[in-house]
């Protein structure tokens, strides 16, 4: 079952030029994130309960689809621990985050240049991988 959705003005990147080991820049662009966040939701509650995430990147418009590997190992990280400071979650650890999947919404097409975030919170169990998983 969805708990919550919300769409986020922040473009998914892939990060096809790799990431090093300083984390200087990704420091801040999580703290703008933050204020991107903050300023649209204000300070949350975090969910009670483990959820699971579908973060779906809707394109703009001439935007391609990206292979869905690539979904999840730009920005994603950074948004995800936005998410965490601005209260959504406790933690992104496995302790309340059981599963994260991306996906591409292509159908929408926005007519920005830029491209939104999706965020499909769920209860925990609600995508069943896992069931799949073990009973193959």
């Given at each position: ?64 689809l990206w292979d869905y590997s690539s979904i999840l ?34 159908e929408t097409r926005l007519t920005s240049e830029g ?17 799949v998983l073990c009973d193959g």
């Amino acid at each position: 079952m969805i708990l919550r959705t919300i769409e986020l003005p922040i473009e998914l990147t892939n990060n096809n030029t790799g990431r090093t080991h300083h984390f200087g820049r990704s420091a801040s662009q999580r703290k703008k994130y933050e204020r991107i966040i903050r300023a649209k939701f204000g300070q949350q509650v975090p969910f009670t309960s483990k959820v699971e995430i579908v973060v779906q990147r809707v394109l703009a418009a001439r935007q391609r689809l990206w292979d869905y590997s690539s979904i999840l190992r730009g920005n994603w990280k950074e948004i995800e621990d936005a998410l965490v400071a601005c209260g959504f979650l406790h933690d992104d650890g496995p302790e309340y985050v059981g599963m994260c999947i991306g996906d591409q919404d292509a159908e929408t097409r926005l007519t920005s240049e830029g491209g939104l975030v999706r965020v499909y919170f769920l209860d925990a169990g609600t995508l069943n991988a896992r069931v799949v998983l073990c009973d193959g």
